[in-house]
């Protein structure tokens, strides 16, 4: 939203931002959701300067808005590998026609440790671009309560039991990770017995045993359901942590075509990572002459 020569965005903190240019905002992303190796990860949606954004009412797109969001998306994400970060895209792809906005995944990896490698399909596979509003069967979370409630019943109770309980949520299509689909964040909280007293330094006795025996009973239910199951690098223990959380999606089969895309949609010529160079990571030798 545009206020005299200010721009608002979602935390209603003004920016002042010369027109034309977008603007991008950064959000914390779920531990269970960092790419492999990373030592940190965040999302950052960007937006693009109102004159080029579609009109919700009546479906038009300015003209330009493609150059615009293609131009200035390259821009963020250039800019945020010249800082060191690997850059993707990922799910379904955001285009000025559907959307207000696009969503990029950036993270930081070890020095030596290159990203997956990437083909410029893999945005596109599986997941054809749709407007935000069209919902699709894929990311319903029902599917993953009925199959704990069938394995165990306890598991989707309300309260937490011998074995505990689970919360499912939901993961929205932009943090899939790629080659997956049905992704869902799965929180098994241990029963009230086994949890720490925020009055003492450590869980009661048996609570690792508990533990161990929850998140492995969980573990081997989802996987035996087709489901991969992932949880953060960071390792979680009863006297530090309240819940233990799995990533579980399914993967996309090998054999699944490519969908269709339509005639409007973003280039897929923009790598599907970025990095800075190695001769940009130190400075020149002061013994060096040009």
Excluded at 123 to 148: D, E, G, M, V, Y
Aim: charged share 25%; hydrophobic share 35%.
């Amino acid at each position: 939203m545009k206020l005299g020569g200010l721009y608002m965005d979602f935390s209603k903190v003004p920016r002042d931002i010369p027109e034309g240019r977008g603007w991008c905002q950064a959000a914390a992303l779920p531990e269970e959701l960092w790419p492999a190796h990373a030592e940190f990860a965040t999302v950052v949606h960007f937006f693009p300067d109102p004159l080029f954004r579609r009109d919700d009412r009546t479906g038009r797109v300015p003209p330009g808005a493609m150059q615009h969001w293609t131009e200035r998306l390259d821009a963020c994400a250039d800019a945020l590998a010249d800082c060191g970060f690997v850059v993707e895209e990922w799910g379904v792809p955001k285009t000025p026609d559907l959307h207000g906005g696009a969503d990029l995944i950036v993270y930081r990896l070890p020095e030596g440790i290159e990203p997956s490698p990437r083909t410029a399909e893999d945005l596109r596979h599986a997941h054809p671009p749709r407007p935000n509003f069209k919902p699709h069967a894929a990311i319903n979370t029902w599917r993953l309560p009925s199959l704990l409630a069938r394995a165990d019943p306890s598991l989707a109770g309300d309260k937490a039991t011998t074995v505990g309980r689970c919360l499912v949520r939901e993961v929205e299509e932009f943090l899939w990770p790629p080659g997956t689909r049905d992704c869902a964040l799965v929180t098994w909280e241990p029963n009230p017995a086994y949890k720490r007293d925020p009055d003492q330094p450590t869980a009661p006795s048996g609570a690792y045993t508990h533990w161990i025996r929850g998140l492995a009973h969980l573990a081997k239910t989802l996987t035996t359901a087709g489901y991969q199951v992932r949880r953060r690098k960071r390792p979680c223990h009863p006297d530090t942590d309240t819940a233990a959380t799995f990533l579980a999606c399914r993967p996309i089969p090998e054999d699944t075509a490519p969908a269709p895309t339509p005639a409007v949609s973003r280039p897929s010529t923009r790598p599907r990572w970025k990095r800075r160079k190695a001769d940009h990571l130190s400075a020149p030798s002061p013994n060096t002459t040009s």
